[in-house]
């Protein structure tokens, strides 16, 4: 997958340098304000291409063609992608761009991924590109990100987003592969950095700490930065677990930064586009560091736990329904007591969320015509910072669950394969992820 970026060039605004298409056709390349000196900025770069124009539009599917008919990429993310579906001055899902992109023969069959978002007016588009495209979730990356500082009123949200975000997406005729589900990107804090620092820590970049968002959504554990407190250091490991299981559970598809799962750090910046030294390079001696090695191996596990079990990367959305005989639904929710979510428990405070996932009902054929048939698991989330009880629900969901993975220490309290008998409480503990396949 290729990062590509068509909505601006490195001309700037009108104080920037006239380096080539300025120079050429300044009127039709870029869009410019009614006063046409001024230029439209709907990037923050200064400047913003005019993708209506049929030049604009020939000189980027020509690149995009290049790019996968020459060098064999499989698909792009694009940039800023509301920007390039402007029509005048609206974001239009019917734009020239956009309409270019689902005729051209070449380009709609490579996988296509929208930043859905730009810098101006009604720039917000999480939801709403056509079927051919997959979107950036941010609404999944800010509800991970407060359920695990507890931050969430209640825990609808967290629903929504753990399978598959079906609210922003179903409406349109779109599959759960449609949300790129992510926690931390390029831009932004490191999943490391996310656990350990309150604020940002751009000074390196030069601009008195004044670039780089204030809205993280991060939370340092009890000190910011570095610390020599190991309390403090294997908590912050414990969310990094949480997270990034969170992340590879979740219906969608998961976005990880290279580096997360070694527990890099960029020292607190969330900016460093303009850093190319030892902030921003992966540090490979990491692999090799006792307290960061078994992040690594959790998260290879959790890629391998994806690939084996088709019910953790459905391609439709959860019914709800019953559609087997022993009237088992595809999805169910649990309270901590046990007891399947009400309407009132969905809107009641809470740290902790039981998501049953079965097997039994996944839609589509195997290679060979067969129907789809796979273990079931539950799932649960315990955001507090207290153990809290739990009571593993009994028939006709279960009568036991195996361990599969339990983010409570680097070395598991519950080793995997340990077998739970169902209709028992058992004590998770703060900041916690069990899960559990129904055995």
Same mark, same amino acid.
């Given at each position: ?152 009123? /209640? ?104 580096? /997360? ?21 992966? /540090? ?85 015509? %067969? ?43 519950? %080793? ?8 028992? /409480? ?14």
């Amino acid at each position: 997958i290729l990062d590509v970026v068509y909505n601006h060039t490195a001309e700037a605004g009108e104080l920037g340098p006239t380096l080539s298409l300025k120079g050429i056709d300044n009127r039709g390349y870029y869009r410019l304000q009614p006063d046409a000196r001024r230029y439209a900025d709907y990037t923050g770069c200064g400047n913003t291409l005019h993708v209506v124009q049929p030049q604009v539009l020939r000189l980027i599917t020509d690149s995009l063609r290049y790019w996968v008919t020459e060098m064999g990429v499989d698909g792009f993310r694009f940039d800023l992608a509301a920007a390039l579906a402007r029509s005048m001055h609206d974001v239009d899902m019917l734009s020239p761009f956009l309409a270019v992109i689902a005729q051209d023969p070449v380009l709609r069959r490579v996988k296509l991924i929208a930043e859905p978002w730009d810098i101006g007016s009604g720039g917000y588009q999480v939801g709403a590109f056509p079927p051919l495209w997959t979107e950036w979730n941010d609404r999944y990356r800010d509800t991970v990100r407060d359920f695990w500082r507890h931050a969430l009123p /209640d825990v609808r949200e967290m629903g929504y987003r753990l399978s598959g975000s079906s609210d922003l997406y179903a409406w349109g005729g779109r599959r759960p592969y449609a949300s790129v589900n992510f926690v931390t990107a390029h831009d932004g804090f490191t999943l490391r950095d996310l656990v350990s620092y309150h604020g940002k820590h751009n000074e390196a970049n030069g601009e008195d700490n004044r670039d780089g968002t204030d809205d993280n959504r991060s939370w340092n554990c009890g000190a910011e930065g570095e610390t020599d407190d190991e309390g403090i250091r294997a908590l912050r490991r414990r969310q990094l677990r949480n997270l990034l299981t969170t992340l590879l559970l979740s219906t969608g598809v998961p976005m990880l930064v290279a580096g /997360d799962e070694l527990g890099r750090t960029q020292r607190g910046n969330n900016n460093a586009y303009c850093q190319d030294g030892e902030l921003s390079w992966l /540090d490979w001696s990491l692999l090799d560091d006792p307290d960061w090695r078994p992040l690594f191996d959790l998260t290879c596990r959790l890629i391998a736990l994806r690939h084996e079990h088709p019910v953790l990367r459905r391609r439709a959305f959860f019914s709800g329904r019953a559609h087997s005989a022993d009237g088992l639904r595809d999805l169910a929710w649990f309270t901590a007591r046990g007891t399947e979510m009400t309407e009132r428990d969905w809107y009641a405070p809470a740290a902790t969320l039981g998501m049953y996932l079965s097997g039994r009902d996944i839609p589509g054929r195997d290679e060979r015509g %067969a129907a789809v048939v796979d273990d079931s698991f539950l799932a649960v989330l315990h955001a507090g910072h207290e153990p809290t009880g739990f009571t593993l629900p009994g028939a006709p969901w279960a009568t036991g669950y195996e361990v599969v993975v339990d983010t409570s220490g680097e070395e598991q309290l519950r %080793a995997p394969g340990t077998v739970l008998d169902a209709d028992t /409480d058992i004590t998770v503990p703060a900041r916690t992820v069990l899960l559990l396949r129904v055995v």
